[in-house]
């Protein structure tokens, strides 16, 4: 099974960027698919970006769409998610999550990181 763990959080101004990374152990990296989930202060989570072993897809949730850019380096087994032109309603705790390939649920976690955006 794999494991993940998220960084690279912080606090930063409108307008500003933020790399989030996310390190994957145990498993076979690209086995999974990997995506990035948010969830702010009493909202619901919100899919974020994603990226599709078996056809080397990516797809963004469209409020981050044209900003944020996700990707991924098989050797080092670490997905990034880079955040740029940051706006408050960002602000979030941002969480890593893998699925095997050709299934459906989301069934790894990391422990998410927080990001805040200030206005």
């Known amino acids: 099974q794999v494991q993940l763990v998220e960084s690279g959080g912080g606090l930063v101004q409108a307008g500003g960027s933020l790399r989030l990374s996310c390190a994957a152990s145990?498993?076979?990296?690209?086995?999974?698919?990997m995506a990035w989930f948010r969830q702010a202060p009493g909202k619901e989570r919100e899919f974020v970006a994603t990226i599709t072993r078996t056809t080397g897809g990516t797809r963004y949730g469209d409020s981050v769409k044209g900003r944020f850019t996700i990707s991924t380096d098989n050797a080092k087994k670490m997905m990034y998610l880079q955040m740029n032109s940051l706006k408050p309603e960002d602000t979030a705790v941002y969480y890593c999550?893998?699925?095997?390939?050709?299934?459906?649920?989301?069934?790894?976690w990391g422990q998410g990181t927080q990001v805040t955006v200030s206005s």
């Open positions: 999550a893998a699925r095997m390939i050709l299934t459906a649920l989301w069934n790894y």
């Open positions: 145990g498993g076979t990296f690209s086995d999974y698919d």
